[in-house]
Every structure is written in structure tokens, then in C-alpha cells.
């Protein structure tokens, strides 16, 4: 969606007065069927649902696999499977997806949290351990620390080159700059969309890409389910996009 009807179009559904079942969405849906029907994504659908994270990796490696669609999670497990530690000359690289309609900007960067540092209600010395998340996760220099170590993501803390320590990949660097220094950005489901329409999303687009339910229903069922948390105040906070 965000490739083909822009994050704006994306953040006017997500607030109204767009709907889920504008034809732009349909299109974006109806396409990502057809690529599963050409055997684009793991060869075919069947296999798609059984495929590992260490059979893509270990086939991109390998050249059987031409490119994969990930997150910046990607750093903290790819590393096992290119070079010398994996026992290959293999090397990777990442780029933003291009967009795939005239009317979206090139390079859009989706946005997700997917985590989060928390105490438990119940701790008996939570200053404590709040000073202990502040130690890690409030200091730039920790965290970049991490993120060379680890290819961990960093905490949202403000960040220039200057601040990078020179063991980090210079690839995982690239990216953090781009971001840090974009505005170009999208919206992923389990971040922006309310718990219920998420949860929709990813169970039946199962149904979509196996013939048993079409993108017009499909979206219809999303607009549905949405506009009922959307009214009941279920939406988290979607930020206005800047250059898309």
C-alpha cells in the first residue's frame, strides 16, 4: 500500500476521509496477488508459508534468491550467512523499495516500533531500574555501541555521523542516516493500525493470496473493522507524513 497509494493516502484513511475500500488500496492488494501468483515471493504460495528466515537468507547467499522484503531487524541476523563466517565470498547490500506508482515518491521508509523497554508494576525498586534503561538506552554513545556490536536498533535518540563508532558497518550507518535524516516516511500495520484491524490484516491476506477471498472484500472487511475502532477511539496516534 504504502508503494503504490503514497503514505498521505494511506494517513488520510488512517484519520478519514479516506477508505480502505478506495481503489487505490484494492490496486495495491490485487497487485501483491499477482505477484504471489507468479511465484515471486518464495517460489510459490504454498512454499511462501513454509519458508524459514535461514532458507532466505542461506538462498540470497547463495544467489537462489534475488532480493528479500525485511526491516532494519535484518542487521542483527544476516551476518551468520554471508563471508567468512559462513564459509562464502557472498556480500549484501540494502536499498529503499522503489515505488511502484507515478504518483508516490521514491525511497518512502516505513516507520514501526516493534518493542519496548518496560518495568513490571510489581518491581519493588522501580527507580532503580528505570536508571538502569536511562543508562542504556538515553545515551547516544551505548546505543550505538550496541548497534555496532549487535545490529541491534537503536533507541529513538538524536544521532550525526560524528556519532557513530568507527567498528559499526558502514551499510547499518547508511541506513540510520537516511532515516534520521529523512521525511519521506510510511506507516506499518502493527505501529499505526488499531489492535483488531492488524490483527485482520495479517490473518486474511492469508485468505487473498489463496483464492478464497478477493481484494475487494479483503479491503471492504479492513474498512469495516477500522471505521468501528476508529469511532471507539482505538487508533494510535498516526503522524502527518512530510514529502510523499
Same mark, same amino acid.
Given at each position: 500500500m504504502r508503494r503504490i497509494?503514497?503514505? %498521505? %493516502?494511506?494517513s488520510s484513511s488512517g484519520r478519514c476521509p479516506g477508505r480502505w475500500t478506495d481503489p487505490v488500496f484494492v490496486e495495491a492488494i490485487a497487485m501483491l496477488k499477482a505477484w504471489?501468483? =507468479?511465484g515471486w515471493f518464495g517460489g510459490s504460495t504454498d512454499r511462501y508459508f513454509t519458508n524459514k528466515f535461514a532458507n532466505v537468507y542461506g538462498g540470497l547467499a547463495k544467489g537462489e534468491v534475488a532480493l528479500m522484503f525485511n526491516g532494519s531487524w535484518t542487521f542483527s541476523e544476516i551476518a551468520p550467512y554471508f563471508g567468512k563466517?559462513?564459509?562464502?565470498?557472498?556480500?549484501?547490500?540494502?536499498? *529503499?523499495? *522503489? @515505488?511502484m506508482n507515478s504518483g508516490v515518491a521514491a525511497g518512502v521508509q516505513p516507520l514501526s516500533v516493534g518493542g519496548a523497554?518496560?518495568?513490571n508494576k510489581d518491581c519493588r525498586h522501580p527507580d532503580q531500574a528505570a536508571a538502569v534503561l536511562d543508562y542504556f538506552a538515553g545515551d547516544p554513545d551505548r546505543q550505538l555501541a550496541s548497534l555496532a556490536a549487535t545490529g541491534v536498533a537503536p533507541s529513538? !535518540? =538524536? !544521532?550525526?555521523? =560524528?556519532?557513530?563508532?568507527?567498528?559499526?558497518? *558502514? %551499510?547499518? =550507518? %547508511?541506513?540510520? &542516516?537516511?532515516? @534520521?535524516a529523512g521525511e519521506n516516511f510510511g506507516y506499518t500495520t502493527w505501529t499505526f493500525w488499531p489492535p483488531k484491524s492488524d490483527t485482520y490484516i495479517y490473518?486474511? !491476506?492469508?485468505? !487473498?493470496?489463496t483464492?478464497? &477471498?478477493?481484494?475487494?472484500?479483503?479491503c471492504a472487511g479492513l474498512d469495516k473493522l477500522f471505521q468501528e475502532e476508529l469511532q471507539a477511539g482505538k487508533r494510535p496516534p498516526v503522524p502527518a507524513p512530510r514529502g510523499a
Open positions: 497509494s503514497a503514505p %498521505r %493516502r494511506a504471489f501468483d =507468479k563466517e559462513a564459509g562464502n565470498d557472498a556480500t549484501w547490500d540494502w536499498a *529503499p523499495l *522503489p @515505488s523497554y518496560s518495568i529513538p !535518540v =538524536k !544521532v550525526a555521523e =560524528k556519532d557513530f563508532p568507527a567498528d559499526v558497518d *558502514p %551499510r547499518v =550507518k %547508511r541506513q540510520y &542516516l537516511q532515516l @534520521s490473518e486474511q !491476506v492469508e485468505k !487473498v493470496l483464492g478464497q &477471498l478477493s481484494p475487494q472484500d479483503y
